[in-house]
């Protein structure tokens, strides 16, 4: 499963970070990444990271916000800088994880973390 964290209320101009750690029965993580979703719209990808360390942005985002993981704890964090009130959406993690279905077996699953809220507002 993944768990989300660090969400909450920032002023425009004002930097926040996220975090979310993977946990159960981790083969390998591939891809993990950030989406949002604002009221009323479709969730879209704002950062993406492959387990080598390429990253890819949304580019609304590029310049602000850094995504980066730790493998060793299984994490990925984005930290979002400059805020603007067009950032507020619900933040949810993803990531592509290889799972030990057998002892001979992997087979690799998309997992979604609960989601965060981010408000930035004055």
Not at 33 to 55: C, H, K, M, N
Request: hydrophobic share 35%; with cysteine; net charge negative.
């Amino acid at each position: 499963q993944l768990q989300a964290s660090g969400g909450g209320l920032v002023q425009p101009g004002r930097s926040l970070r996220l975090s979310c750690a993977a946990s159960g029965s981790i083969f390998e993580i591939n891809d993990m990444g950030w989406y949002r979703q604002a009221p009323e719209e479709q969730r879209d990808l704002v950062a993406i990271i492959t387990s080598g360390g390429f990253t890819n942005y949304a580019d609304s985002v590029k310049g602000r916000f850094t995504i980066s993981r730790d493998n060793a704890k299984n994490t990925v964090y984005l930290h979002m800088n400059s805020l603007k009130p067009e950032d507020t959406a619900v933040y949810y993690c993803y990531a592509q994880i290889d799972v030990l279905v057998t002892p001979t077996h992997v087979e690799e699953f998309d997992y979604w973390g609960q989601g965060t809220q981010v408000t930035v507002s004055s």
